[in-house]
């Protein structure tokens, strides 16, 4: 257990009103602890929002050992606060770290700062279907040092920030870039990691994507460029003539917590589930007999995101006739049903503050 001293801000903002947007407007406190070899995490705090200082040499900024994670608080149908599966963002938080030598933090610990910040901040809970809190803890390396080595300090960091629905005019088909010369990860480096540096990897692939007109990248293996990976911040879900096909984890994709929760769902439902390799020749196979019936990525921003279209090299293929799939509907219902509470939750998946 944790104990956080709480410093409550004397000057609160006003709520945003109108479009929430992404990523942009913040609440009025955050979460901060401190990590000093020798002595372990200590100073757990909720103090208010505000910039912080650092100095130039500080490790983080040289060589990227740093950390992140994302979730959601919802506000139920019934006006509680809702986190989805906190204790597995838990648990990714240390794998992560363990790759990258940073501290580990005890599940508990990091479920209750998550819980204690949101609550301290519960007012900022947007109510609008399809609006959420969006919750980003954080974890960088403090040291003010060149040598590379694993920092002695860290700051771990949770910030809050009110978000719009994902799809404003209802789940829309995205097109999708298969890149066929950067890459992402391999196995081995650091692809199962929610870290900086395979988002700065994955930006020139990102603008190349975005000045074609397409929305995302689809990341195939490092080695042979030939195997599905998955999509810039969502893994990729395909349904190949009745089947549920995800590529399995390997090392270099990073396992989503609303991957985990599809496979579970859909293997609740009866279907049949494959985690396993997927080469861009079966996908293109399986287009050209007409068995690729549907194609999703799944992640806590969209929950959902339909792919309406796949772009390898010079082949578009246009999937379901470029419509939202009849499970991917169907998975973004459930889940986003269980998440506010107007789906039963048969797996215990929602813990409600
Ligand atoms: C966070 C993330 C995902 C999705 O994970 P969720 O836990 O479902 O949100 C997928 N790919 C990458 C690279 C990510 O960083």
Redesign the pocket.
Known sequence: MLNIKIEKTTAPKAKPEGKLGFGKIFTDHMFIMNYTEGQGWHDARIVPYGDLSFSPACMVFHYGQEMFE?LKAYRGTDGTPRLFRPDMNAKRTNDTNKRLCIPELPVEDFVQAVSAVVDVDRDWIPSDPGTSLYIRPFIIATDAFLGVAPSKTYLFIIILSPSGAYYESGLAPVGIWIEDDYVRAVRGGMGFA?TGG?YAASLAAQVKAHDDGYSQVLWLDGVERKYIE?V????IFFKIDGKIVTPMLNGSI?P????NSVIELCKSWGLDVEERKISVDELLEAQATGKLEECFG???AAVISPVGKLRYKDDVMTINGGNIGEISQKLYDTVTGIQCGSVEDKFGWVVTL
């Open positions: 994302g929610k395979n998955e810039g911040a969502m893994n990073l989503g917590i609303t991957r799944t992640g806590t």
